[in-house]
């Protein structure tokens, strides 16, 4: 069956680096997701990564995937303010011939002066 | 236009109501979403939209109905609500494989009183 796994909440001071992580259990899984959901707002696509990659950088976010543990990450560089929120690891249902998102219970990050 | 506009933000109903939440997206994807979201819980998937037919139907009780009147547009109608289905209601969109992640809108936070 699948799984998405999150720890639930992540304390940083401002300016330090943020690693948020996620396992997941099916491993025919092809595209994984992190989302930010900031308080009463909706979803917020990050980024995301094909099965295929180890790693992807977008400016301040590197998300890396190791496989063979099912472990996916998510890296803030130079923590802000703003990225106080809750982030979720997503990974594409892959059992389904339909669009199925199956989320993990979201990591709430606190970012402190 | 690259979002996902849901009206109305805020709506409290009595549970004898009859109410529809609306969901609109220019961006030419042909699959939509209507997801449901408790407090500090991850967004549960209700309806899939595939090219304005319903692919699915995650077991939702009939008091909810979903309709998609053209490609453009969501409707999630309402009626005998109880007080558990007070929630953030989310629709969200993608391209027909929705490979590349899916575009949210900001919710509608439902009361049912």
Same mark, same amino acid.
């Given at each position: 069956?699948?799984? %998405?796994?999150?720890?639930? *909440?992540?304390?940083?001071?401002?300016?330090?680096?943020? %690693?948020? +992580? !996620?396992?997941?259990?099916?491993?025919?899984?092809?595209?994984?997701?992190?989302?930010?959901?900031?308080?009463?707002?909706?979803?917020?696509?990050?980024?995301?990564? *094909?099965? +295929?990659?180890?790693?992807?950088?977008?400016?301040?976010?590197? %998300?890396?995937? +190791?496989?063979?543990?099912?472990?996916?990450?998510?890296?803030?560089?130079?923590?802000?303010?703003?990225?106080?929120?809750?982030? *979720? !690891?997503?990974?594409?249902? $892959?059992?389904?011939?339909? +669009?199925?998102?199956? *989320?993990?219970?979201?990591?709430?990050?606190? %970012?402190? $002066? | 236009? /690259?979002?996902?506009?849901? /009206?109305?933000?805020?709506?409290?109903?009595?549970? /004898?109501?009859?109410?529809?939440?609306?969901?609109?997206?220019?961006?030419?994807?042909?699959?939509?979403?209507?997801?449901?979201?408790?407090?500090?819980?991850?967004?549960?998937?209700?309806?899939?939209?595939?090219?304005?037919?319903?692919?699915?139907?995650?077991?939702?009780? =009939?008091?909810?109905?979903?309709?998609?009147?053209?490609?453009?547009?969501?409707?999630?109608?309402?009626?005998?609500?109880?007080?558990?289905?007070?929630?953030?209601?989310?629709?969200? =969109? =993608?391209?027909?494989?929705?490979?590349?992640?899916?575009?949210?809108?900001?919710?509608?936070?439902?009361?049912?009183?």
């Amino acid at each position: 069956g699948e799984d %998405v796994e999150q720890s639930l *909440f992540l304390s940083v001071r401002e300016g330090d680096s943020s %690693v948020i +992580n !996620c396992t997941y259990t099916d491993s025919s899984s092809t595209y994984l997701y992190w989302y930010k959901q900031e308080p009463g707002a909706g979803l917020q696509l990050l980024t995301y990564i *094909f099965s +295929n990659m180890d790693m992807k950088q977008d400016q301040r976010l590197t %998300v890396l995937l +190791n496989k063979k543990d099912k472990h996916l990450s998510l890296r803030i560089a130079d923590t802000q303010t703003g990225d106080s929120a809750i982030y *979720f !690891c997503a990974e594409r249902d $892959p059992s389904g011939g339909y +669009n199925k998102l199956i *989320f993990g219970a979201g990591t709430r990050l606190a %970012v402190h $002066p | 236009d /690259t979002e996902v506009t849901q /009206t109305p933000k805020h709506l409290v109903m009595g549970m /004898t109501n009859k109410k529809s939440l609306k969901c609109e997206q220019h961006m030419g994807h042909r699959a939509m979403y209507w997801y449901k979201q408790k407090a500090k819980k991850p967004p549960e998937l209700m309806f899939v939209y595939s090219y304005e037919k319903l692919s699915i139907n995650e077991s939702v009780p =009939s008091r909810f109905s979903p309709e998609c009147p053209n490609s453009s547009l969501l409707n999630l109608h309402l009626h005998a609500l109880q007080p558990e289905d007070s929630a953030l209601y989310l629709c969200a =969109s =993608s391209q027909d494989h929705g490979n590349y992640g899916y575009t949210f809108g900001s919710g509608t936070r439902l009361t049912v009183v």
